[in-house]
């Protein structure tokens, strides 16, 4: 069974733990990282044209607004199909309760038909949110696994958990 994994995450300011720090590698890369030291399979990651803001509340901001109005942001380059694959991590920080806006571009370019699709989501308090209840929506045709929410401030030192929870999912 091929493993893909197609996450965002947020290098620079970010929440961790009441307050804002700056990160040379983003809590959900690191947690992507870990699935393919796991279970193996390939990365995708999910880059937007219009980069985000480096300031981290003026990033939220703009995160709220494509939120509400439903956005679907550019991206940098697209996957065009997931044949090859047979299980699929979708990975992204908590971001208004969900997933960020640029993942549903990926996501809704895709075929989901017979795939096995798992979400992880880095939060600093909401857990998984409702990205699992999003995920239903938007890949249509998926059966779905046991969802991962890992506190970004502690995703640098959750291999052990992360990689047990990816082996149980494929």
Same mark, same amino acid.
Not at 45 to 63: G, H, M, Q
Not at 104 to 112: G, M
Not at 155 to 160: L, R
């Given at each position: #069974?091929?493993?893909?994994?197609?996450?965002?995450?947020?290098?620079? *300011?970010?929440?961790?733990?009441? !307050?804002?720090?700056?990160? /040379?590698?983003?809590?959900?890369?690191?947690?992507?990282?870990?699935?393919?030291?796991?279970?193996?399979?390939?990365?995708?990651?999910?880059?937007?044209?219009?980069? +985000?803001?480096? @300031? +981290?509340?003026?990033?939220? $901001? $703009?995160?709220?607004?494509?939120?509400?109005?439903? =956005? !679907?942001? *550019?991206?940098?380059? +697209?996957? $065009?199909?997931? @044949?090859? +694959? $047979?299980?699929?991590?979708?990975?992204?920080?908590?971001?208004?309760?969900?997933?960020? #806006?640029?993942?549903?571009?990926?996501?809704?370019?895709? @075929?989901? &038909?017979?795939?096995?699709?798992?979400?992880? #989501?880095?939060?600093?308090?909401?857990?998984?949110? &409702?990205? *699992? !209840?999003?995920?239903?929506?938007?890949?249509?045709?998926?059966?779905?696994?046991?969802?991962? =929410?890992?506190?970004?401030?502690?995703?640098?030192? &959750?291999?052990?958990?992360? /990689?047990?929870? =990816?082996?149980?999912?494929?």
């Amino acid at each position: #069974m091929a493993n893909l994994i197609i996450y965002y995450s947020r290098r620079g *300011e970010n929440y961790v733990n009441g !307050r804002v720090e700056n990160l /040379a590698k983003g809590n959900t890369e690191i947690v992507a990282e870990f699935i393919q030291k796991a279970v193996g399979g390939d990365l995708f990651e999910i880059e937007t044209v219009k980069e +985000y803001s480096s @300031d +981290y509340y003026e990033c939220i $901001d $703009d995160a709220k607004t494509e939120l509400r109005a439903g =956005a !679907r942001p *550019e991206l940098k380059k +697209y996957l $065009d199909n997931i @044949d090859g +694959y $047979d299980n699929i991590f979708v990975c992204g920080p908590c971001w208004w309760g969900t997933l960020p #806006m640029a993942v549903f571009t990926q996501l809704e370019r895709l @075929d989901w &038909s017979g795939k096995k699709v798992t979400a992880v #989501m880095t939060h600093e308090g909401s857990g998984l949110g &409702s990205c *699992e !209840r999003d995920l239903k929506k938007i890949c249509a045709g998926a059966s779905f696994g046991k969802g991962l =929410a890992v506190h970004g401030a502690d995703a640098a030192k &959750s291999e052990k958990t992360v /990689a047990a929870w =990816a082996k149980k999912s494929v």
